[in-house]
């Protein structure tokens, strides 16, 4: 005989379990629900975050290194920029080029004993590796016997004097260089012929002066350097290649 109690605890553990059972299906559901959520969270961040990478790669080409000239005040130090290197004039231009040749010419062709080592490390910042090379073998004294330190020693000096009317090669007249020119690298490549005497002086011997033609091609490299070095080099002037001739005096 089934009493009422027990028709009431079999009501109550069916209803237990399968109370217990839409509980577990319950907390299962929201797992999954949780679960998907997560990882729908996570596919939007990766997704964004990827949008942005893509975003900045595609401005890095955009920032770009403007180098300026600055003219400096020698009485208060004070420091203006007068122009940016992109947007010189012309004749700005050629003003700066002159400058750099002839700066590169004392350097190399100039010698003074307590200045030698660096004169020569000046004409190494200003040179192509290869150029760097042919000019370190041709100062070893160990290497060439004519080496300039051999021949002039510690009792005679070298001035230069560069001619400022300076011949381009490669260019549309006298003094204009032909801007479209590039070598293999895609640089803008300027050949120049430049004119300077050279003084040599003894003590006690009467200077001598001779007559010389450099013909000189260059760059404008804007591979990474030292932040020293950019301070010395602040444009990247780069000779390629260097040749020199005596003229008659």
Known sequence: MITKLDKEKKVTDRDYFSEAKSWDNSIAFQEKKSTRRAWGAFWAVAVIAGLEAVGIAAMMPLKTIEYSIVRVNDTTGETEVVSN?????????????????????????????????????????????????QYADYTNPKLNPNAPVNIYGENAEVDIKVNPAITYLNGKGNSEPEKGEKNKDGKKVYTALVRYTATVSRNGERPIVTHWSATISFVYSKEPIKVDDRLINPVGFQVIDYRKDQEGG
């Open 85 to 133: 290197l992109k947007n010189m004039d012309e004749e700005t231009e050629m003003i700066m080029r002159r400058y750099w040749l002839a700066k590169y010419i004392n350097h190399r062709e100039g010698y003074h004993w307590n200045t030698r080592e660096d004169d020569r490390q000046q004409v190494g910042m200003f040179s192509s590796y290869a150029i760097q090379k």
